[in-house]
């Protein structure tokens, strides 16, 4: 059982790592990320609506996400745990999914900040090449993580839930050291 919330900016490794350790954990891993792309590719509503904001690499509304992530940390699956990758991404959402994990009775265990330098995070998104990984909209996004996201590095750390993880290593020696912090984790 672990819940954990991986944070960290674009081209940190979040989902690789959120991916492997779900896997080994046997509980959900829930990316905002993904479950917006996949909207997009469907030609949804929310997918509609979503789309220009994340061609730019800008933040899509709140009021886009926070029904969603409720929607998925209500469902059964979840009770023995999830990892969050992409969300909360601005303290308003850090502040919704404290009192939604109030509200169902949760507590989150951790919450992992990847840590990757900046020149490392540039070279990583240029190779892989998704829709959003042009230069000038991966410059964009690294500008609103540090303005947006870094602040939750402080709110989790002022909370005691912030753990710092070395993710400019190899995908093994991150997903060895995440296992570990997992195993850690007491109930
Ligand atoms: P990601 O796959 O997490 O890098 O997310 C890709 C894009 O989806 C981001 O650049 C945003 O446009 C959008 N996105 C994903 N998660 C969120 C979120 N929690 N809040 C707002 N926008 C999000």
Not at 88 to 115: G, K, M, S, Y
Request: proline letters at 4%; hydrophobic letters at 35%.
């Amino acid at each position: 059982m672990a819940r954990l919330i991986f944070l960290g900016p674009p081209g940190a490794g979040k989902g690789t790592q959120a991916d492997t350790l779900a896997h080994l954990c046997n509980i959900p891993h829930i990316s905002t990320g993904d479950i917006l792309r996949g909207a997009v590719a469907q030609k949804t509503d929310l997918g509609m609506k979503a789309q220009s904001y994340m061609d730019q690499g800008e933040l899509v509304p709140d009021q886009l996400i926070l029904d969603l992530v409720r929607d998925r940390l209500d469902q059964p699956e979840v009770e023995t745990g999830w990892i969050l990758d992409g969300f909360p991404r601005n303290v308003n959402q850090a502040i919704f999914l404290d009192h939604l994990l109030q509200e169902i009775e949760q507590t989150c265990d951790r919450v992992v900040n990847l840590e990757v330098p900046d020149e490392v995070l540039v070279a990583r998104l240029l190779s892989r090449g998704r829709r959003d990984d042009n230069e000038e909209v991966i410059r964009n996004r690294l500008q609103v993580y540090r303005e947006q996201t870094a602040p939750l590095i402080d709110f989790y750390r002022d909370r005691q839930k912030l753990v710092s993880v070395n993710g400019n290593r190899s995908i093994e020696q991150v997903n060895a050291e995440l296992q570990q912090i997992t195993r850690g984790i007491k109930h």
